[in-house]
């Protein structure tokens, strides 16, 4: 999965596949892309800073819960 912000054009994107891709509008400034097999590819949303509230929420990303599951 990547995470990119391009502070230029103030668009966030998600990709968790690379593919190719068709887009599909959700809401306005918001699209979802889609793998040929229908699966969720990855997500781009406009206007990023006034969507999530300013700067400081692009700052920090947690990530909870990824990774190898250790057993003991």
Do not use: C, N, W
Not at 1 to 7: A, F, G, N, S
Not at 14 to 19: Q, V, Y
Not at 53 to 68: S, Y
Request: proline share 4%; charged share 30%; net charge negative.
């Amino acid at each position: 999965m990547k995470i990119r912000y391009d502070p230029e054009v103030d668009v966030l994107s998600i990709t968790f596949r690379e593919t190719t891709v068709t887009t599909r509008p959700l809401a306005e400034g918001i699209t979802a892309e889609y793998d040929r097999e229908d699966r969720l590819a990855g997500l781009e949303i406009l206007d990023a800073v006034r969507r999530f509230g300013g700067h400081d929420t692009l700052r920090q990303v947690v990530l909870e819960g990824v990774g190898p599951s250790v057993r003991v």
